[in-house]
């Protein structure tokens, strides 16, 4: 008898959305189960690779581009590594895109893929939507593909939009996909069993938005070039108090270009990880895991937008640091990258 397949999440949703806090979720609830994960990235430095909490769960980063299209054969090949250098047979895949990624192409990886379909199985779709935000993206080709090849609609942040525009919000999420399973949820708080283990994936309704998806090579979908990352970073410790004045300034001064920020920050005398996000003016900062006792403490700072002024962000996040060098030194590591 042939063994199992394992079954795939694709967990997908514009920038900020909610998929790495809904990943975590589904981790902290699945601790019996060995789950292989790949996180993808827009930027050139990945950092949700460090903000998913999986201590003993096998985990490949794709940075360096989008997973729908420059490293699309990437992701055949970081899940053949995954299934490969597993310590145990994995049980459950869970693939986190960029929120930048068009989901057909990655599902194209997986149904055009012969080899890889003897292995795998796609269970669902799951698209998480920030009820905060998504009007605002929900004019962009990828946020309306994003939704319609959901299986399952996560709306998440409901805390922050009303009864009314909840349902306002609904019937457009109802409008763009009829058939998805929809939740709504406060800091994407899913019971594992909702999400995982239910076989909602449909070949005929993906079929029917995007008909030449089994031919592996189509790939037509548009990107938003506009949209450019850069990344800083620093050894140096930084200053809380600075960096939080700064940050507040920040995503109201830039409020217009800025739509992403993200990071892991060495505070100074700080024995833990400080994880900082913002998702266009909201801000959010918290403590993360305790720094190992050899660990090089490196800040890293992503920032995702348009027209990004790459200068200033380099000068306030350095402005930010706790010892002021008489200089001004270039960052240790800067790296930018536009959207293909
Ligand atoms: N207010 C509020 N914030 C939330 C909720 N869920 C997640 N967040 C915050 O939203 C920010 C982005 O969450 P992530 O889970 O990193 O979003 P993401 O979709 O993985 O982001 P990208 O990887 O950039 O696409 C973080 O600061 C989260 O703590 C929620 O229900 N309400």
């Not at 790949?38 to 989008?66: K, M, R, S």
């Not at 009314?164 to 109802?174: D, F, G, N």
């Not at 079929?207 to 189509?218: F, K, N, T």
């Not at 930084?238 to 109201?252: A, G, T």
Request: glycine fraction near 6%; charge should be negative; include cysteine.
């Amino acid at each position: 008898m042939a063994p199992a397949k394992i079954p795939v999440t694709v967990v997908t949703g514009f920038l900020g959305a909610g998929k790495t806090t809904l990943v975590n979720h589904l981790l902290a609830q699945c601790s019996g189960t060995y789950i292989g994960i790949i996180v993808n990235e827009f930027g050139e430095v990945g950092i949700d690779g460090q903000l998913i909490v999986a201590d003993d769960q096998p985990l490949i980063e794709i940075t360096n581009g989008c997973v729908c299209c420059t490293v699309r054969k990437d992701l055949t090949a970081a899940l053949n590594e995954l299934l490969q250098r597993a310590e145990r047979p994995i049980e459950r895949l869970i693939i986190e895109t960029s929120g930048l990624a068009d989901p057909a192409p990655v599902l194209q990886s997986f149904l055009a893929d012969a080899a890889l379909l003897q292995r795998v199985e796609l269970e669902s779709v799951v698209t998480v939507a920030d009820a905060h935000h998504i009007l605002l993206h929900v004019d962009d080709d990828i946020v309306r593909e994003q939704i319609a090849f959901a299986d399952v609609v996560v709306l998440n942040k409901v805390e922050t939009a009303s009864p009314q525009e909840l349902e306002r919000l609904e019937r457009e999420l109802r409008r763009l996909n009829p058939v998805a399973y929809l939740i709504r949820t406060e800091r994407a708080q899913v019971p594992a069993a909702e999400l995982l283990g239910a076989k909602r994936f449909s070949l005929p309704h993906v079929l029917s938005i995007e008909p030449d998806l089994l031919d592996g090579e189509a790939h037509d979908h548009e990107h938003d070039t506009s949209i450019s990352s850069c990344c800083m970073e620093t050894d140096g410790a930084i200053d809380p108090e600075r960096f939080s004045r700064w940050m507040n300034q920040l995503v109201q001064s830039e409020a217009a270009r800025l739509m992403r920020t993200k990071g892991v920050l060495n505070f100074n005398g700080e024995a833990r990880q400080f994880h900082c996000h913002s998702v266009h003016m909201l801000l959010d900062a918290r403590p993360g895991r305790r720094w190992g006792p050899d660990e090089q403490r490196r800040s890293k700072l992503v920032f995702i937008g348009r027209e990004l002024a790459v200068d200033a962000l380099r000068e306030g996040f350095l402005g930010c640091l706790a010892i002021q060098p008489k200089w001004m030194p270039a960052p240790a590591a800067e790296s930018e990258m536009e959207h293909p």
